[in-house]
Structure formats: structure tokens, C-alpha cells
């Protein structure tokens, strides 16, 4: 066993001399994103020292503009399908995630205060849920029907908990809350995860791995274009979003503050993939079964991320959720 593990071990390090030249990925200034990610309508506005990248579109008449939220690795485009069907009635906002896209990491000072800023390094789902709600200060918003997938779904509900009053409704896509055990967990996640290598990613980064990780997360691993991998390569190679998401990911804990969902009361349309390896099908009827006023629709055929998969089609129980059809 000992003269195995020691092969196993060489191989590694061999495969690594190899690849590390090959591999070497260095941040990218947020300046040079900027021109093919975030053309119009897309805007950076400051939230308590925060520089965020996001995209308000629809009519300002709205009195509960549509707020959605994407998850782990994603950014704002992920919703670009039902923002183009929104926007026609409803006031939708989309934005990036601190640590995600071109927001990029939090700066510094403490959570909390009128002129504070926040703690590098904290990416917990309450720091979002405030987060948020700052957003929708800095935005003049009182109530809002928030969405999200993954991490977003998260922030989402832990926002309406948070602050019940400021939540209309609710639109969970896969979201995280209730403990799961992944079928398959992407391999840039697990790579996030390991001691030592996730601070290679900070300087690492085949295109290959994110490519197995987007295709992971979809039903149909044949839609993935090398367009969309494009999208999550260059975005994570922001400066700081690396190191964020390391830190992001040692910090989940699944099923943290669970029961909380139940003290949920806005009216909730759960959307889910059911091909979802990362988070199962068995956690939309776990949600379901939390919030008192909620509906279920599963997509047979579709992964994870099914707003990005098949715009079109899982925009339609939006639709008719918000009274649009």
C-alpha cells in the first residue's frame, strides 16, 4: 500500500510539472471585462463602498420590481433568457454577486451602519441576505419579488426571513437550504474545497475545468457552447474572484439554518432540474413541504441551472406566478 500511495504521488507530481505551464491563468483587471460583459444596459453603482455590476431594466412604475440572484461561480447573464421576456411588463434587476462576476470580492470594514463597508472574506448567506437588502436600499426598493438559483435561492429566502416585510414573493430555482448529499459535485467545486489546491486556482486555471464543471450542471451537457464557457472562464479570472470563491465554498455549510424555511409566508414557486445532480430534486419537495403557500414544477430534463438551460420554456410558470399570463 505505502509503495502505491507513493506512485499515486509521483503521477501527481509528474502530471503536474506537465501541466502548471500550461495552466498559469493570471487575474484579469476588471477594465478588460468590461467591453464584451457588461455593454448596455449594464451599470456599477456603489452600495456602501461596494462597486456592484448590474443591470435594471422594465418599466420604474413597477411597485415590486423582480430581483433576481444567481448562484455559485454564475453572474447576472445567467438570467438574460427571462430578463428579455420580463422586462416587457415588469421592472426586473439583475446583479452580481459580490465574489462573483464583475462585482468582484468585498472590500473592507464590518457588516452593519450606515457608512460601514464589508468584511473581506465573509461570503456566509446572511452577509448576502444584508447585502441585498442594502442593494435595495441603495436602489429606493421597498418590496420586491426576489428569485434566485443555487446560493441565490439561498439569499433569497434567508432575505425574506430576514426582513419579511421587504419580500412580496418568492421564486426558489434549485436553491440551497435543506442538507443534501450531491449525485455529482462539479469538479472545480471539489478542486475550491481541497487544502493547498484551491490556492493553486488562484493561479491556475484550465479552461477544461470549467468547461467539465458548467457541463456538470447541465441536463443536457450538449448545450454548453464554448460561448457560455467563455463567459465563466474570463469572469472567474476577475481579480479576487478565485480567492472568493475558495473562501465561499470552505464556508458552506448545507442545511445551515434550515429551519428557518419554514417561517416562510410569501407565496413561493419552487422551479426545479429534475436531471440536478448537484442539489436533488428531493430538496424542491423539501422546500415545498417547509413553505406553507407554495407550488412545485419540476423539468424533467433539465440540470441545475434550468433558467440558463431552457429560458423559454422555465420562464413560462414565472409568467403565470407573477400574473402575466
Same mark, same amino acid.
Given at each position: 500500500? &505505502?509503495?502505491? #500511495?507513493?506512485?499515486?504521488? $509521483? *503521477?501527481? %507530481?509528474?502530471?503536474?510539472?506537465?501541466? !502548471?505551464?500550461?495552466?498559469? +491563468?493570471?487575474?484579469?483587471?476588471?477594465?478588460?471585462?468590461?467591453?464584451?460583459?457588461?455593454?448596455?444596459?449594464?451599470?456599477?453603482?456603489?452600495?456602501?463602498?461596494?462597486?456592484?455590476?448590474?443591470?435594471?431594466?422594465?418599466?420604474?412604475?413597477?411597485?415590486? &420590481?423582480?430581483? #433576481?440572484?444567481?448562484?455559485? $461561480? *454564475?453572474? %447576472?447573464?445567467?438570467?438574460?433568457?427571462? !430578463?428579455?421576456?420580463?422586462? +416587457?411588463?415588469?421592472?426586473?434587476?439583475?446583479?452580481?454577486?459580490?465574489?462573483?462576476?464583475?462585482?468582484?470580492?468585498?472590500?473592507?470594514?464590518?457588516?452593519?451602519?450606515?457608512?460601514?463597508?464589508?468584511?473581506?472574506?465573509?461570503?456566509?448567506?446572511?452577509?448576502?441576505?444584508?447585502?441585498?437588502?442594502?442593494?435595495?436600499?441603495? %436602489?429606493?426598493?421597498?418590496?420586491?419579488?426576489?428569485?434566485?438559483?443555487?446560493?441565490?435561492?439561498?439569499?433569497?429566502?434567508?432575505?425574506?426571513?430576514?426582513?419579511?416585510?421587504?419580500?412580496?414573493?418568492?421564486?426558489?430555482?434549485?436553491?440551497?437550504?435543506?442538507?443534501?448529499?450531491?449525485?455529482?459535485?462539479?469538479?472545480?467545486?471539489?478542486?475550491?474545497?481541497?487544502?493547498?489546491?484551491?490556492?493553486?486556482?488562484?493561479?491556475?486555471?484550465?479552461?477544461?475545468?470549467?468547461?467539465?464543471?458548467?457541463?456538470?450542471?447541465?441536463?443536457?451537457?450538449?448545450?454548453?457552447?464554448?460561448?457560455?464557457?467563455?463567459?465563466?472562464?474570463?469572469?472567474?479570472?476577475?481579480?479576487?474572484?478565485?480567492?472568493?470563491?475558495?473562501?465561499?465554498?470552505?464556508?458552506?455549510?448545507?442545511?445551515?439554518?434550515?429551519?428557518?424555511?419554514?417561517?416562510?409566508?410569501?407565496?413561493?414557486?419552487?422551479?426545479?432540474?429534475?436531471?440536478?445532480?448537484?442539489?436533488?430534486?428531493?430538496?424542491?419537495?423539501?422546500?415545498?413541504?417547509?413553505?406553507?403557500?407554495?407550488?412545485?414544477?419540476?423539468?424533467?430534463?433539465?440540470?441545475?441551472?434550468?433558467?440558463?438551460?431552457?429560458?423559454?420554456?422555465?420562464?413560462?410558470?414565472?409568467?403565470?406566478?407573477?400574473?402575466?399570463?
Amino acid at each position: 500500500m &505505502p509503495n502505491l #500511495l507513493l506512485k499515486v504521488i $509521483g *503521477a501527481l %507530481l509528474i502530471a503536474t510539472a506537465i501541466v !502548471v505551464p500550461l495552466s498559469r +491563468a493570471p487575474d484579469r483587471d476588471v477594465q478588460t471585462l468590461v467591453a464584451r460583459w457588461a455593454p448596455p444596459p449594464s451599470d456599477f453603482i456603489d452600495v456602501k463602498g461596494q462597486i456592484v455590476h448590474l443591470r435594471d431594466e422594465g418599466p420604474r412604475d413597477d411597485p415590486t &420590481p423582480v430581483v #433576481l440572484i444567481h448562484g455559485t $461561480g *454564475a453572474s %447576472l447573464h445567467t438570467w438574460e433568457a427571462w !430578463v428579455t421576456v420580463l422586462k +416587457a411588463r415588469r421592472r426586473v434587476i439583475t446583479f452580481d454577486l459580490p465574489g462573483f462576476g464583475l462585482t468582484g470580492p468585498f472590500v473592507g470594514g464590518e457588516v452593519g451602519g450606515e457608512n460601514s463597508r464589508y468584511t473581506p472574506g465573509d461570503y456566509r448567506g446572511d452577509t448576502y441576505a444584508r447585502f441585498t437588502l442594502d442593494l435595495l436600499d441603495k %436602489l429606493g426598493i421597498r418590496r420586491a419579488t426576489l428569485g434566485g438559483n443555487s446560493l441565490g435561492g439561498e439569499v433569497a429566502w434567508r432575505t425574506a426571513v430576514m426582513a419579511p416585510a421587504r419580500v412580496d414573493k418568492l421564486i426558489l430555482v434549485d436553491a440551497a437550504g435543506p442538507d443534501f448529499k450531491p449525485e455529482s459535485m462539479p469538479i472545480g467545486f471539489v478542486i475550491a474545497r481541497i487544502p493547498v489546491f484551491n490556492r493553486l486556482l488562484e493561479h491556475l486555471l484550465p479552461r477544461v475545468i470549467v468547461a467539465a464543471t458548467v457541463a456538470d450542471v447541465y441536463g443536457d451537457p450538449k448545450k454548453v457552447t464554448a460561448d457560455l464557457v467563455d463567459r465563466y472562464f474570463e469572469l472567474t479570472l476577475r481579480t479576487g474572484n478565485r480567492r472568493a470563491l475558495v473562501e465561499r465554498m470552505t464556508q458552506t455549510v448545507p442545511g445551515e439554518d434550515a429551519q428557518r424555511i419554514s417561517s416562510i409566508s410569501q407565496p413561493t414557486l419552487i422551479l426545479w432540474g429534475g436531471r440536478d445532480k448537484l442539489i436533488p430534486p428531493s430538496i424542491g419537495r423539501k422546500f415545498k413541504a417547509q413553505i406553507v403557500v407554495s407550488q412545485l414544477v419540476v423539468f424533467d430534463d433539465l440540470g441545475h441551472v434550468p433558467q440558463e438551460e431552457d429560458g423559454a420554456r422555465t420562464v413560462v410558470p414565472v409568467q403565470a406566478f407573477l400574473g402575466l399570463k
